[in-house]
């Protein structure tokens, strides 16, 4: 039963993973600039790519929003769409939420559920922060680093990766790069009791990254590392499960190792000339 | 697994419900007349009656705030603390849920997940709107109007009556009355495709509704038919049922017939000389 009653029904036949992100005016996005088709767009984006980290299918979708008096209808129904066009892409019911009008800014909020994918039914749980172990690899999705000059919104959340991964591959832990590569891979490692060393060699540093170093001044891998917002995965693999994934011809998106989880907890990387320095974290603060 | 990971996980051995309502500052609430605590708890209570209307036993939470930058430590403390409460109190784990502080008003929003009842294996659905036939009886609980005086916040969600009600008795719809008994009656019939006829002198009228009813001058039936934010469940119960709860001596809260539903789909009121007059609509907008 969908919207409309005084709660959605739903109908699991296993474990469920619920996550609940919500995008505000003035902290997330600027309306003008973002555009509200986008700003709809990004709050759903933002939930699945939390479902993506746990590798989770995405099901079902609750959407809470606060509108400011001044939205019109058409602007609302812009919005809608935006958030409507990835929940299809993805096959994500929409099944109800709580709209209110009010003299405030805007607020995009969703609440995502999702399953365990049908190819994956030996699997005892989904995957987490704290699954990590000294030793596995660390492997990342796409590219980092300047997200402010559109990636931000435009994002695609890494579903096909998670569950080609799940399906194919042994994940021990994962996340999604929300707040920074740096402090999302530093939240991973303590959760798994473990630290961690990173080859800056081995980033891949995105188009944007080198764009924003132009203007900022700033080394591209300092984008790279601390500007957040890429929602790419961060996922670690077994060391005796690396050479599958870089054999596996069927990835849908690139996927790179960046380094491996150690068993003394400190937090290391190897700089451009290949001295081990240690990683300063910071990430965007909500 | 709770709080901290990018998702939360449930294991569910059946159904579930899903329902979200956010109170927002200014719309729902004046913070500094309501205080923070009450608004916490309020937050929890208006989804805890959404669940009651749909026969449900809570089970699981997530919390979505926008804090405004003034708010201390204690203060949101504080406001948890409101919450925590009535979830402890209803046996409902908070699971997870997204923060984010920001130069705009406060707003406290929940998500929460109900299950059938143990003693309810029976049963094939929650109940809905939809559900009711006409010659159903329309009961329901506690009274009415007069909210804003004190309990639009400190309201009971009407949980123990509903659990009982899932056991022991055949409720063919339900919905709780947020919106005001009027308005959120008439969604349910619309819903059964029905009507309804109800009789002034049966609707249990608050003593804060005499109280408003001398301040406004307005009569007290009129602030129990249109104020809103009473969050008493609204039932539709089967006529060869009714008898069958008018002897139940174990019912947990005072639960009353106030009319019945109808096969012409208008909406009627007996008034308080015996005339059947047509019912106007209306109630809290959002």
Request: glycine residues 12%; hydrophobic residues 40%; aromatic residues 6%.
């Amino acid at each position: 039963m969908g919207v409309g009653d005084d709660g959605a029904i739903l109908n699991p036949t296993g474990p469920l993973v619920l996550t609940t992100d919500t995008i505000a005016e003035g902290t997330h996005f600027s309306r003008p600039l973002m555009g509200l088709a986008n700003i709809g767009r990004k709050a759903m984006a933002v939930n699945l790519s939390d479902l993506a980290a746990m590798g989770a299918q995405p099901r079902a979708a609750l959407i809470t929003l606060q509108l400011p008096f001044e939205l019109t209808f058409d602007q609302v129904k812009l919005l809608f769409l935006g958030m409507k066009e990835l929940a299809s892409e993805y096959e994500v019911a929409i099944v109800g939420g709580d709209t209110n009008r009010w003299d405030g800014p805007l607020t995009v909020g969703a609440t995502l559920i999702g399953s365990h994918y049908p190819s994956d039914e030996g699997r005892t749980g989904f995957w987490s922060l704290g699954g990590g172990r000294a030793g596995d690899g660390i492997w990342v999705s796409g590219c980092f680093g300047g997200s402010i000059l559109s990636h931000h919104f435009q994002f695609q959340p890494q579903i096909h990766l998670a569950a080609h991964l799940v399906s194919h591959h042994g994940i021990t832990a994962a996340t999604d790069a929300s707040d920074s590569l740096a402090h999302d891979l530093s939240q991973l490692a303590i959760a798994s009791q473990t630290g961690f060393e990173i080859d800056s060699r081995l980033i891949p540093i995105s188009e944007d990254a080198v764009k924003q170093s132009a203007s900022t001044g700033r080394p591209a891998l300092e984008h790279a590392l601390y500007d957040g917002e890429d929602f790419q995965l961060i996922c670690c693999v077994p060391a005796g499960e690396e050479q599958k994934i870089e054999q596996d011809r069927e990835l849908p998106s690139p996927f790179t190792r960046i380094g491996r989880l150690t068993e003394t907890t400190s937090f290391t990387i190897i700089n451009g000339t290949g001295i081990r320095e240690p990683l300063i974290i910071k990430g965007f603060q909500h």
